[in-house]
């Protein structure tokens, strides 16, 4: 089915270990974004990718690197993972349209890490 | 500063009557609204949208309606029925400024439980 696929689904890491979670999109999107949530704080913004090639910043960026490795995929990694890093990570990926198009997200079903 | 605001965390309605999702917003650079919906251990899913152009928008049972001068829009479930217990996120973005990557900026979200 097309989609935005996440692995792993479930992951429990050690303080300081690092680890990297994969996304692919089968959609021919452009961008791409990461997504953490945690209770009462909604869905923040990690690391975005506008195109193949460029990636930015979102709002809660540290602690964080990401890697456009080509269209298809966009990779979060935690280099020394902490206890705050425990939280749900959403991947999504999104086509613009210059219309009245939908301007939505297509999300993944989602990483559930926690930093113990 | 949460530029996206849905006040209320819970919500129950008994199945068959009327869902009303609140949701305020402060960035007047917003022009496209978007309700996501989201199951337990799922990513969101997109559900309806409306851009700055327009007051309403309907899909079905589902109408948002937005009041610019107020910065407030509001998600209409009419009839409710137990499905459509879940969490619902308002995300805002700036769509037609012809730059940026269309960042989506989300409320923290209201869970509904519809009553059977």
């Known amino acids: 089915n097309a989609g935005v696929t996440q692995t792993p689904k479930f992951q429990v890491l050690k303080t300081g270990q690092s680890m990297t979670l994969q996304c692919a999109q089968d959609m021919n999107h452009n961008s791409m974004y990461w997504y953490r949530q945690d209770p009462g704080m909604g869905l923040r913004l990690i690391y975005y990718s506008a195109s193949e090639g460029t990636t930015d910043k979102g709002e809660v960026p540290n602690g964080y690197n990401v890697s456009r490795l080509n269209k298809r995929e966009f990779s979060l990694r935690l280099e020394s993972a902490a206890p705050s890093q425990t939280s749900v990570y959403f991947c999504a990926s999104m086509e613009r349209d210059r219309g009245e198009g939908n301007y939505g997200y297509t999300f993944g079903s989602g990483t559930r890490l926690t930093v113990v | 500063d949460q530029q996206v605001k849905q006040n209320s965390p819970s919500l129950s309605v008994q199945e068959g009557r009327i869902s009303i999702l609140n949701c305020d917003y402060t960035n007047s650079m917003f022009d496209y609204f978007l309700w996501y919906k989201k199951y337990p251990a799922e990513g969101p899913t997109f559900l309806i949208s409306?851009?700055?152009?327009?007051d309403k928008n309907e899909d079905g049972r589902f109408t948002v309606f937005l009041n610019k001068s107020a910065k407030h829009l509001s998600l209409h479930i009419v009839p409710s029925q137990p499905g459509d217990s879940a969490v619902y996120f308002c995300a805002a973005t700036n769509a037609y400024s012809g730059a940026g990557s269309y960042q989506l900026t989300f409320g923290k979200g209201t869970k509904l439980s519809v009553i059977p």
């Open positions: 409306i851009s700055s152009i327009k």
